[in-house]
């Protein structure tokens, strides 16, 4: 069964950092893709950022203040997220898919419960 787990996910003020980190158990962690999309009130989730083992690729809105990473002996990855500003006030999710190519479409097989990043100005 595979699982993913996110946490550090808080309130922080605009112009802070947070980092979250998403366990992901029950697949070969190595030879997947993995993404951090988030979900705003009121509207779709939206891709942040993705890696694969070889690669690297972020939204605009997150392009250089956002870095995805992976630990792939410990299956975490992780989204450090500097200089926040309101704006990216949102649930964010983790997921995972059997892949080479870090998607950015929601295409994803496997998706953790979301944690609540809130950035207040």
């Known amino acids: 069964q595979v699982q993913l787990v996110e946490s550090g996910g808080g309130l922080v003020q605009a112009g802070g950092s947070l980092k979250l980190s998403c366990v992901v158990s029950?697949?070969?962690?190595?030879?997947?893709?993995v993404a951090w999309f988030r979900q705003a009130p009121g509207k779709e989730r939206e891709f942040v950022a993705a890696?694969?083992?070889?690669?690297?690729v972020y939204a605009d809105s997150v392009k250089g203040r956002f870095t995805i990473s992976r630990d792939n002996a410990k299956n975490t990855v992780y989204l450090q997220m500097d200089s926040l500003k309101p704006e990216d006030t949102a649930v964010y999710y983790c997921?995972?898919?059997?892949?080479?190519?870090?998607?950015?479409?929601?295409?994803?097989?496997?998706w953790g419960q979301g944690t609540q990043v809130t950035v207040s100005s």
């Open positions: 997921a995972a898919r059997r892949a080479t190519f870090p998607y950015t479409t929601r295409d994803y097989d496997d």
């Open positions: 029950g697949r070969t962690f190595s030879r997947n893709a």
């Open positions: 890696a694969s083992d070889s690669s690297k």
